[in-house]
């Protein structure tokens, strides 16, 4: 079973970039669908992006965040990261990321994946950009 830590987390100002990290560990990953999510207090848990490590389909990103996020994967240092750029005060949340075999390839199905909460999931950074 994958063991998932984030890191990175921090408070920036609007408009600021911010790179968040997940580093994996334990007798390998078993999910090659990997994937970022937020939640706020008091709100739905949202999926920001996956991918299926594969290239195809290509990766996926909410609304909200395309243009301005990006995520990668280095398989060297087991680490999955999401770059952050023009962030905005309703990026503020607790960020996860998440393994899974499965879940990832099109809006749906990341929406479905964060409803579900299915996989190995880290224990979230906080990410906090002021107005």
């Known amino acids: 079973e994958v063991h998932l830590v984030e890191s990175g987390g921090g408070t920036v100002q609007v408009g600021e970039s911010l790179t968040l990290s997940c580093a994996a560990t334990?007798?390998?990953?078993?999910?090659?669908?990997m994937g970022w999510f937020r939640q706020v207090p008091g709100k739905e848990r949202e999926g920001v992006s996956c991918?299926?490590?594969?290239?195809?389909?290509?990766?996926t990103y909410t609304d909200s965040v395309q243009g301005r996020f990006a995520m990668s994967v280095d398989n060297t240092k087991k680490t999955m990261y999401l770059s952050m750029s023009s962030l905005k005060p309703d990026d503020t949340a607790v960020y996860f990321c998440?393994?899974?075999?499965?879940?990832?390839?099109?809006?749906?199905?990341?929406?479905?994946?964060?409803?579900?909460?299915?996989?190995?999931w880290g224990q979230g950074t906080q990410v906090t950009v002021s107005s």
């Open positions: 991918m299926t490590l594969t290239g195809t389909p290509p990766t």
């Open positions: 334990g007798s390998t990953f078993d999910g090659y669908h």
């Open positions: 998440a393994a899974n075999k499965g879940g990832c390839g099109s809006p749906l199905l990341l929406h479905l994946w964060a409803k579900s909460a299915l996989g190995s």
